[in-house]
């Protein structure tokens, strides 16, 4: 894997961070992106002295537009190889839907699904001359759960990111491509006091809560084996088939598993 990548955003925290690990554990040389290059100037050193891999990072907002082929165009004049694009920037908007900015939700939107479906599109063209590929994209369990009152977007949003997982294997699984959609609940992460939605993290029962790294690694299992979904933890599996096939518990459990996972890049 001398020249084979794994691209991950939002690499600087939680979740993403903790596939960076996994990734590189395999072998994979590691690109890391997010938004705070100190922070990934200390992860890239971390990283390439504790697994003897490559490692290199770029800094970038994807809450911008042109973001995605910024960290395309870096990866093609450094004559990196993407085999693993792993789409986990987060994007928090703690205000009622009433409150907030259509800046931000447009924001929101574009960290969550508009960049994953740009970075998407300009790795795939690479991947399919080398008729093989991996894209992981973050979902959430609130991806099935019926609309929330809080972070209105969110699980819509997802639930599009989820038909666009399945998009993408229907097209180029054939290929050599596959796509994962990895749906975690509450992930354990520094994003909730960060975003001001600790609070709402402090009343979600402790058997409820996951670790990041645990998260991870199932993740970079089930995208590695091309499986087409992943839903971290036993207790998670089982609460999306309720939610899946007893309807009557779906109004109860909405508000609870709104919000999904996140990790502040």
Not at 48 to 54: F, L, Q
Not at 123 to 133: R, V
Not at 235 to 246: D, H, P, S
């Given at each position: ?27 994979y040389g ?15 050193k ?22 995605p082929?910024n ?14 694009l ?6 928090g908007?703690?205000?009622q ?10 924001k ?14 300009a ?11 991996k ?27 989820n ?22 609940g ?16 402090d ?11 645990d ?15 992943c839903?971290?933890?036993k ?12 309807s009557f ?15 502040k890049?």
């Open positions: 894997m001398k020249n084979t990548y794994a691209l991950i955003t939002g690499a600087s925290s939680g979740i993403g961070l903790e596939i960076a690990y996994k990734l590189a554990e395999k072998g590691i690109i890391l992106t997010a938004r705070r290059e100190e922070r990934l100037i200390a992860y890239t971390e990283i390439k002295e504790k697994y003897k891999v490559n490692v290199d990072f770029v800094t970038g907002d994807l809450a911008l537009p042109e973001t082929q960290i395309y165009n870096f990866c093609k004049e450094k004559d990196y190889s993407v085999e693993v792993v789409n986990n920037a987060g994007y908007i703690p205000s839907f009433h409150k907030t900015s259509m800046e931000d939700e447009e929101s939107i574009r960290v969550l699904s508009t960049s994953v479906i740009a970075l998407s599109k790795f795939i063209p690479d991947m399919l001359e080398k008729k093989s590929g894209i992981m994209i973050i979902s959430s369990v609130a991806s099935f759960t019926p609309p929330s009152t809080i972070q209105v977007l969110y699980g819509p949003l997802k639930t599009f990111m038909r666009f997982s399945d998009a993408l294997n229907v097209n180029y699984k054939h290929k050599g491509i596959s796509s994962t959609a990895v749906c975690p509450y992930v354990v992460t520094e994003f909730h006091s960060s975003s001001g939605v600790q609070d709402a993290m009343k979600v029962p402790a058997f409820m809560k996951l670790n990041a790294k998260v991870a690694a199932e993740a970079v299992e089930a995208t590695l084996s091309s499986k087409s979904y839903i971290p933890s207790r998670y599996k089982f609460l999306v088939f309720l939610i899946k096939y007893a518990l779906m109004k109860l459990l909405s508000n609870t598993l709104s919000g999904g996972r996140y990790s890049k």
